[in-house]
């Protein structure tokens, strides 16, 4: 295996001098295409050939010719400068309306819910070439994310480590539903009948605990949960043919509750409200693409 040579002590911009020199075999036309003073080009060949052993350069009558040397170098040097011009040059601007870029977002099925059909019609008049992937949410989002498994993270707001950015997209509050017809349908639940009904439990892979089960124990009480579902989606169908409770999040409730003839019960436990945020990471801050993607959302979700 040949060993890597250490770049450290190499000055790249011989490399853009030697390209030029051995493009124009003149040191003057070589200084004019780099910008540089005839002098300073001088004193660039005469480190060049320090550093090759070798003149490069060498005058046969009243012109300047490459050595043998300078001839292998020819095709290296201008890959190596046209390799220092894509990593130095700016990027192209993103438009929106001629981009083709893919977007990857993870997120809880409430979110997409919320987002997608306002969003999909943004990117249709705004982006009509953008495509987006929405992805489950995995346990380890932070890390994914810094490792740029996904660009963005819908969800509940969490603490974030320091390399990850957040914005706040709107705040809800949990409420109770039952189905049209439910004997407890339009009351007013003490906690012993809060606590005596069957629930369906939305328990999806960032929900770590239940904070209404919490708030029960704190009083000595325990609910029955009789099923459980990863998906916000799956508990009000769930709920609209049984005699479940189910408590959710009100701007679910608000979406679904008119199809699924769900109704609202005053539940006797009051949660504070949370928030929804989107989470980048840090490295994805100022490029453009993502900021309009990220504006995007914020007006799809009507932040």
């Not at 950015?165 to 189905?179: A, K, M, N, T």
């Amino acid at each position: 295996m040949l060993a890597l040579m250490n770049l450290g002590g190499i000055d790249t911009n011989l490399v853009v001098a030697l390209h030029a020199l051995l493009s124009e075999r003149n040191v003057t036309r070589a200084a004019r295409r780099v910008g540089l003073g005839q002098s300073a080009m001088s004193h660039a060949l005469a480190r060049l050939r320090d550093w090759f052993r070798d003149p490069l350069l060498v005058r046969v009558g009243r012109q300047m010719v490459l050595t043998e040397r300078a001839q292998a170098l020819l095709g290296p040097a201008a890959s190596a400068v046209s390799s220092l011009e894509r990593v130095f040059q700016q990027p192209e601007p993103f438009e929106p309306r001629t981009s083709s870029r893919v977007f990857r977002i993870a997120s809880t099925d409430n979110l997409e819910l919320y987002a997608l059909p306002r969003l999909a019609a943004i990117l249709a008049k705004e982006a009509p070439n953008v495509d987006l992937r929405f992805h489950h949410l995995p346990k380890d989002w932070m890390t994914a994310l810094e490792r740029g498994d996904f660009e963005l993270k819908l969800g509940r707001q969490y603490p974030i480590a320091p390399t990850l950015r957040e914005e706040e997209l709107f705040r809800d509050q949990l409420i109770c539903v039952v189905r049209r017809g439910h004997p407890l349908a339009g009351t007013r639940l003490t906690l012993r009948q809060y606590a005596a009904a069957s629930h369906v439990l939305i328990s999806p892979g960032e929900t770590a605990r239940s904070t209404i089960d919490e708030l029960l124990a704190q009083r000595g009480l325990q609910r029955r949960i009789a099923i459980t579902v990863s998906h916000f989606l799956v508990a009000p169908f769930v709920v609209a043919a049984s005699d479940h409770l189910l408590t959710i999040p009100s701007r679910l409730v608000e979406a679904v509750a008119p199809a699924l003839r769900l109704e609202t019960v005053t539940a006797p436990l009051r949660t504070e409200a949370y928030t929804m945020t989107q989470v980048w990471a840090e490295r994805s801050e100022s490029d453009a693409g993502h900021r309009w993607l990220r504006n995007a959302l914020r007006r799809a979700i009507g932040a």
